[in-house]
């Protein structure tokens, strides 16, 4: 089972801040959080991921709590092209592990 | 980054007939993985697939059903056998490389074969 939750669905404006949120309460010291999309018809793609610390990309902005139970990543000028569902996984930075998908959150960027 | 391939992109086939669906990466990579992604639903792992070793299934899912191939370090295939409606899904190829993300074992996707079972 994943080992994350996430809101099933959420909508933002064109041009204003997405703000993703996932809880992760039972994260442990050595898992990573990862975040991947999934724009329809296509496969996953890697978005940001982060252990401790805050972490920012060209694509977006991962938030980790001080006691990494929950993260929130932020798409700052969300376009209708960041319309996806995003996936919040948590996993050990290793070849050998596998990504557990959880149902996601899909996000609905409206004009 | 990896580049990643497959074959076919969608298919329409009849109950109880086989399929094969082809994943090529362009460049070698030791852990290949097959996913399916049912109508609606998100992604869940079919199996593991090393290169001279045999194919490691997730729970709820048998050799006899999903039989894999890994003859080279570039190469899969998956094949949905005896086809069910239930089969009906979008399936996956994936494989671990560090990509631009700097992550160890960082998931690269095929677009995915879309299976339609009639």
């Known amino acids: 089972d994943a080992k994350t939750t996430q809101p099933p669905s959420m909508d933002c404006a064109e041009g204003r801040a997405a703000n993703l949120p996932c809880n992760h309460s039972t994260i442990s010291g050595n898992e990573y959080v990862y975040w991947y999309r999934q724009i329809h018809s296509q496969g996953p793609q890697y978005i940001i991921h982060g252990l401790k610390n805050n972490e920012t990309n060209e694509m977006a902005s991962l938030i980790i709590t001080e006691d990494r139970k929950s993260s929130t990543l932020i798409l700052p000028h969300a376009t209708l092209r960041d319309t996806a569902v995003y996936y919040c996984i948590v996993r050990v930075d290793s070849y050998g592990q596998n990504f557990v998908f959880g149902p996601g959150t899909r996000l609905s960027v409206l004009p | 980054s990896a580049v990643i391939s497959q074959k076919p992109s969608r298919d329409i086939c009849q109950r109880g007939t086989s399929l094969t669906i082809q994943c090529q990466v362009d460049?070698?990579?030791?852990?290949m993985f097959w996913y399916r992604q049912q109508p609606g639903q998100s992604l869940t792992l079919i199996a593991t697939?090393?290169?001279?070793?045999?194919?490691?299934?997730e729970s709820g899912f048998v050799i006899d059903k999903f039989p894999i191939s890994r003859p080279n370090l570039t190469f899969s295939t998956l094949t949905v056998s005896n086809m069910s409606p239930e089969d009906s899904s979008i399936y996956l190829c994936?494989?671990?490389?560090?990509?631009?993300?700097?992550?160890?074992?960082?998931?690269?996707f095929g677009e995915g074969s879309r299976l339609t079972v009639l």
């Open positions: 994936s494989v671990a490389g560090r990509g631009q993300g700097r992550v160890a074992g960082e998931l690269f």
């Open positions: 460049s070698q990579v030791t852990m």
């Open positions: 697939a090393n290169q001279g070793s045999e194919a490691t299934y």
